[in-house]
């Protein structure tokens, strides 16, 4: 089963600097959050992957064209002329690395790999986020329903968080969800080869004019996942996962 991942939009302003890269490689830890989310699917058996590049699309690609080199001990000889690999990394991914245009909108990079979708199941998620939803899971929900797609649904969470005192004491200090049956489109999502109908030109965006009519058609469940979600919207976001990171245990470790 493939796995796209929407790593196409416009670069995104993480700090007072425009990030010069494009989202999916701002790098949590050593390693950029494309990378994490890949890892996370691998863990699950899932290691046939469709890049969907739009903004500096050559920042993806040469990434993963030196992926190899650089994730390997080296032994260079300079005299001969040849490179030998001494420890080489343990990825078996097989990547297809597609650029979708560079003004091309959400909905139109996913028609752009109609070819590379067709006739058989794919699972869908944005460049963006990690999150700990059991994959496994998700899929069997998937295959139970019969719909054409499913989406996950996590918790939408308020702005600020709830401080609760007892006396003077702050008692606990934690974000908040804005209603108890509030829920936001988290990604992570799995589709049947009958949505690519739904969409037509470039300018198609997902979440309108695919989940939006998916919906209007009965075709669309959504699987509510209270785990771990986080995107990477702010440089608080960023932040935050690379603390999760350096302290050893991050959720959406699963390798």
């Given at each position: 089963?493939?796995?796209?991942?929407?790593a196409?939009?416009l670069?995104t302003?993480?700090?007072?600097?425009?990030?010069?890269?494009p989202k999916?490689m701002?790098q949590i830890?050593?390693?950029?959050?494309?990378?994490?989310?890949?890892?996370?699917?691998?863990?699950?058996?899932l290691?046939?992957?469709?890049?969907a590049?739009?903004?500096?699309?050559?920042v993806?690609?040469?990434?993963?064209?030196h992926?190899?080199?650089?994730a390997?001990?080296?032994?260079?000889?300079?005299g001969?002329?040849t490179?030998?690999?001494?420890?080489?990394?343990?990825?078996?991914?097989?990547i297809h690395?597609?650029?979708?245009g560079?003004?091309?909108?959400?909905?139109?990079?996913?028609?752009?790999?109609?070819?590379?979708?067709?006739?058989?199941?794919f699972?869908?998620?944005?460049g963006?986020?990690?999150?700990?939803?059991?994959?496994?899971?998700?899929?069997?929900?998937?295959?139970?329903?019969?719909k054409?797609?499913t989406?996950?649904?996590?918790?939408?969470?308020?702005?600020?968080?709830?401080?609760?005192?007892?006396?003077d004491?702050?008692?606990?200090?934690?974000?908040?969800?804005?209603?108890?049956?509030?829920w936001i489109n988290?990604?992570?999502m799995v589709?049947?080869?009958?949505?690519?109908?739904?969409?037509?030109?470039?300018?198609d965006?997902?979440?309108?004019d695919?989940?939006?009519r998916?919906?209007?058609?009965?075709?669309?469940?959504?699987?509510?996942?209270?785990?771990?979600?986080?995107?990477?919207d702010?440089?608080?976001?960023?932040?935050?996962l690379?603390?999760?990171?350096?302290?050893g245990?991050?959720?959406?470790?699963r390798?």
């Amino acid at each position: 089963m493939k796995v796209v991942i929407l790593a196409g939009g416009l670069g995104t302003r993480l700090a007072e600097e425009t990030i010069t890269v494009p989202k999916p490689m701002v790098q949590i830890g050593q390693h950029p959050i494309l990378w994490h989310i890949m890892k996370f699917y691998a863990s699950y058996g899932l290691e046939e992957f469709v890049v969907a590049l739009g903004y500096r699309a050559e920042v993806v690609k040469n990434f993963f064209l030196h992926f190899a080199d650089m994730a390997s001990d080296l032994t260079v000889d300079l005299g001969a002329g040849t490179v030998e690999r001494r420890r080489r990394h343990r990825e078996t991914w097989k990547i297809h690395l597609i650029d979708t245009g560079l003004e091309t909108l959400t909905g139109g990079r996913v028609r752009r790999l109609a070819p590379l979708l067709s006739g058989e199941t794919f699972m869908l998620t944005y460049g963006d986020g990690v999150s700990d939803v059991p994959l496994d899971r998700l899929l069997a929900f998937h295959r139970s329903h019969g719909k054409l797609a499913t989406v996950t649904a996590v918790p939408a969470l308020a702005r600020f968080g709830n401080i609760i005192f007892e006396g003077d004491r702050v008692a606990d200090f934690a974000e908040k969800r804005m209603t108890d049956d509030a829920w936001i489109n988290g990604g992570y999502m799995v589709m049947e080869p009958g949505v690519l109908d739904y969409l037509s030109k470039d300018e198609d965006v997902l979440e309108v004019d695919l989940l939006e009519r998916l919906t209007s058609d009965g075709q669309l469940a959504g699987y509510k996942h209270e785990g771990f979600w986080q995107c990477m919207d702010t440089l608080r976001d960023k932040q935050g996962l690379e603390r999760l990171w350096l302290a050893g245990a991050p959720p959406w470790k699963r390798w």
